[in-house]
Every structure is written in C-alpha cells, then in structure tokens.
C-alpha cells in the first residue's frame, strides 16, 4: 500500500482569507502546486512545515497527525528561493548545518556533508565561502542541506525562478536524479507549466481558497475548468 500524505480539510486563516485544503499526497513521486499569485501555494507549503499553524482540520501522515510537531520534528526539509547561507561560513559548514546547527559532526557525519556536496554537483568546494560562489551554485549547496536532514519529503518554493533558463535545466535535472536516487517525495511550488510537467507526475492547482482540481500532470493543461483555462491563457 502506498502512503499518502492525507490532509483533511486543513484550514489555514492569513489576514482575511480563510483557506481550506484537502487532498491526498503520495509519497516518493512529485507533486506540482500550481495557482495564480496569492492563491495560497506557499501558505500550503508553510503549513504542512509547520511554520503556520490551521486553526481547524488534520494532517495525517503514516496514520500520525503531524499538527502537535514542531517544524524539526516534521519530515519535511523546505527549499526556498532565498537560499539562507551564512555568508561566513563555508560550503561545508552551511551544509552540516543541516545535521548540526552547532557543528558537532562526527566522522561518519563529515562523509555524510562531503557525498552530499558532491551528489549536487560541487565535489573540491567545500571550503569556499559562499560569497564566491554564483547563483545556481550557492541554490545547490542549499539542496546538499537539505540531503543531509534525510527528510522523506522534499518541499520547493520556486527555487529556481532566479536563475537564467540554462541553469534552471541543469537543477531540474539534478532535482529529478536526486528524487528518484533518495526516493524522496517531492512538493514543488511553481508558475511554469512546463517546469511542473518536467518534474511533476501531478498537479495540484490552487484557486477559489483551496485545492480546485487535483490529478496527473499529462492532464493539467487540457482542463477546460474555468479558473485553470484563465491560468493557463494568463501565462501564454
């Protein structure tokens, strides 16, 4: 039986928009959110973190609700478009941040910091600082970070809508080998059509204060629901 990530008329207060999200997550695949600005995409992924609380509802995972943890204790790692280096730092300290916010690493843990940096592609960099590196660079230290926790579910907010289109390939690519490599169950948040169908066996769109349609990638852009059609003709 494949586990899902279950959530069960989660609702989320921001200001005045009252948002209600069900739906059912699989795991060990990539799901796409999709929806127009301030639709509640990044809401969505900041509640299933933890970093915003439902005032109503459950999220259900492996049987467990996940509401009474705190954001660490979750199984998520979360990717964002601020990549959050300590300038001061280097590389591999930035990256063993993810194991240990105090640097205590042991032997086994260090191997663990140097396979990561060299999974994404940065293998001899580990003690450059940040500063000297350019932009694609410091968003892979980032994802070594982010191997590193050994988290199950892998939670993007855009993080390549920085870069130029040759480098937003090239971490499509690595995002996809290191997905299926981990096999980590993969949210990504984005604007880009054909990003989403690169990536993603799924959509999730976004709109009307929740989730409007759910269902396989292929199908997304030959939906005729309004909302999705205005979507879609807003970014061609």
């Given at each position: ?22 739906g ?31 005032v ?25 478009q ?19 916010p ?19 592609g ?27 926790r ?26 996809d080998?290191l ?8 949210i ?11 990536l993603a ?21 030959q ?14």
């Amino acid at each position: 039986m494949v586990d899902v990530l279950d959530m069960q008329d989660l609702q989320v207060q921001q200001g005045d928009n009252l948002f209600c999200f069900s739906g059912a997550l699989v795991e060990q695949g990539c799901t796409a959110l999709m929806g127009a600005s301030g639709s509640g995409k990044t809401t969505l992924l900041n509640t299933l973190a933890g970093f915003v609380q439902p005032v109503a509802g459950d999220l259900l995972w492996q049987g467990q609700s996940l509401l009474g943890l705190q954001p660490a204790e979750r199984p998520f790692t979360s990717l964002f478009q601020e990549h959050n280096l300590f300038a001061h730092l280097t590389v591999a300290d930035n990256v063993a941040l993810g194991i240990d916010p105090g640097l205590r690493l042991n032997e086994h843990q260090r191997q663990q910091v140097e396979q990561a940096i060299e999974q994404v592609g940065l293998a001899g960099m580990g003690q450059r600082k940040p500063g000297s590196l350019s932009g694609g660079q410091r968003q892979r230290v980032a994802l070594a970070r982010a191997l590193v926790r050994r988290q199950p579910w892998l939670l993007l907010d855009e993080p390549f809508s920085a870069l130029d289109p040759g480098l937003r390939q090239d971490m499509m690519a690595l995002i996809d080998d290191l997905q299926q490599r981990h096999q980590l169950s993969v949210i990504l948040v984005t604007h880009d059509p054909q990003e989403a169908l690169q990536l993603a066996s799924e959509v999730m769109f976004i709109a009307a204060g929740g989730v409007y349609w759910q269902g396989q990638g292929d199908d997304f852009l030959q939906q005729q629901k309004p909302l999705i059609q205005r979507y879609l003709g807003a970014l061609s």
